[in-house]
Structures are given as structure tokens and as C-alpha cells.
Nanobody, 124 residues
Framework: QVQLVESGGGLVQAGGSLRLSCAAS????????MAWFRQAPGKERESVAG???????YYADSVKGRFSISRDNAKNMVYLQMNSLKPEDTAVYYC??????????????????WGQGTQVTVSS
């Protein structure tokens, strides 16, 4: 069982930055693919970024060059650095984990564990 707790959301002006954090429980954190998703009102949940134990991180086209995912396996933490934020980035952001290899389950949003979400609001 993995428990995930997000933090770092808030209100920011367009062009600003935020850093989301996700604290994970469990002794096998390093073996999980970790990812960030978001869901805006009236829209489906979408993948934002994912990172495995090895390999190149995955980013949705809409955030490439602006967002960066990282993880600290020693601290059981995963982060999402969000720069050059746009109003269309407004959503509830979720941290998720999957015991898998590769990014296919990130792309399909079929993860094993989910956090409760943190609100990010970008004003124009």
C-alpha cells in the first residue's frame, strides 16, 4: 500500500511558477513509476508528467519546456516544478504511483495509487 500526499498548490499569476511536492509512504518507493496528473472543471483527468526509476521522463505536449518532474528516492518525494504558468494550467493536480515499467500506464492514467489532489489556480 502506498499513500500519497500532495502540497504546494495555490494561486499564481500567469507567467509565475509553483513547485508541487508529493510525499509517499512505503518502503519500495524507488520501484514505482511516479506521475502527475491534472483535472480541470468539466474536463477529463490528463497526464502531465511521469518518471520511472530510470529512463527519460514523460511530459505532455502542453507542458513540455515549462514543467519539470523530479524525484528523491531517499526522501520518498516527487516534485513538479511548474514555470511560465498559463491560465489553462488551472486544475486540481494529483500525484500518482504505479508498480510498472515505462510510461504506458501514465499515458492511460491507469495508476495504482492516487493522492487527494492540490488546487493550482493561474490568474490572467
Amino acid at each position: 500500500q502506498v499513500q500519497l500526499v500532495e502540497s504546494g498548490g495555490g494561486l499564481v499569476q500567469a507567467g509565475g511558477s509553483l513547485r508541487l511536492s508529493c510525499a509517499a509512504s512505503g518502503h519500495t518507493f524507488s520501484s514505482y513509476v511516479m506521475a502527475w496528473f491534472r483535472q480541470a472543471p468539466g474536463k477529463e483527468r490528463e497526464s502531465v508528467a511521469g518518471m520511472g526509476r530510470v529512463g527519460t521522463p514523460y511530459y505532455a505536449d502542453s507542458v513540455k519546456g515549462r514543467f519539470s518532474i523530479s524525484r528523491d528516492n531517499a526522501k520518498n518525494m516527487v516534485y513538479l516544478q511548474m514555470n511560465s504558468l498559463k491560465p489553462e494550467d488551472t486544475a486540481v493536480y494529483y500525484c500518482a504511483a504505479a508498480r510498472t515499467v515505462g510510461m504506458s500506464r501514465v499515458r492511460s492514467a491507469s495508476m495504482d495509487y492516487w493522492g487527494q489532489g492540490t488546487q493550482v489556480t493561474v490568474s490572467s
